[in-house]
């Protein structure tokens, strides 16, 4: 095994053995325990990702890669904003019936805790969370919307709409997660997305 293959493997065991760490026991995660459960010490944590902190936006950009691929993917790009914001809220409904939906609500909310304790964590994760919704942006920057003659979304708009979005979707998927809106079905989640792909919600460009 090369030195680059070592590496990844340790990162991956790292990644995996937080994961499990904070959806066990959430705050109290110890980077001790994370490290003797990926069979390394410490030092190949500091060494690879810097800090603890830094280990846990690690895997939270690691848990969300592949549903910012699905997105990207869901979404062709000669759609319209409404076209393109409807396909973006039906595949985030679809996300909520994988079954590894409740763990992850699990590890997300144990994660969160853990970032209300730690101004580091919370700084860091907030980081993160702000390249995701510009990664979001993107997706809509430039898409048609309103009568004709059609103008096109803004970055400063997508921006707006992005938020927007992220707080809807989250929410309603934590509430179809928990069971507590069995009937928020893809095309309630398509509506209330469209409603906000508005004027209002946009803004000036």
């Given at each position: 095994m090369t030195r680059a293959q070592t590496k990844e493997r340790n990162r991956r065991a790292l990644l995996d053995a937080a994961r499990e760490a904070v959806s066990r026991d959430g705050h109290r995660a110890r980077l001790d325990d994370i490290a003797r459960d990926a069979g390394l010490t410490t030092g190949a944590?500091?060494?690879?990702?810097?800090?603890?902190?830094?280990?846990?936006?690690?895997?939270?950009?690691?848990?969300?890669?592949?549903?910012?691929?699905?997105?990207?993917?869901?979404?062709?790009?000669?759609?319209?904003?409404?076209?393109?914001?409807?396909?973006?809220?039906?595949?985030y409904r679809r996300t909520c019936d994988a079954p590894d939906a409740r763990p992850q609500l699990s590890f997300q909310l144990s994660l969160l805790d853990m970032a209300l304790r730690d101004p580091d964590l919370h700084a860091r994760l907030a980081a993160s969370v702000r390249s995701h919704e510009e990664r979001l942006a993107a997706l809509f920057t430039g898409r048609r919307h309103g009568p004709p003659p059609a103008a096109t979304v803004t970055p400063a708009q997508a921006k707006r709409l992005a938020t927007a979005l992220r707080a809807l979707l989250v929410g309603l998927s934590q509430g179809v997660t928990l069971g507590l809106a069995p009937d928020a079905t893809e095309r309630f989640f398509a509506d209330a997305a469209r409603a906000l792909a508005v004027p209002d919600v946009l803004g000036p460009p």
């Open positions: 944590v500091y060494s690879l990702f810097g800090s603890k902190n830094a280990l846990l936006v690690e895997l939270v950009a690691d848990e969300l890669a592949p549903y910012y691929a699905g997105f990207d993917a869901a979404v062709p790009g000669d759609l319209d904003l409404a076209g393109a914001v409807d396909a973006f809220a039906r595949h």
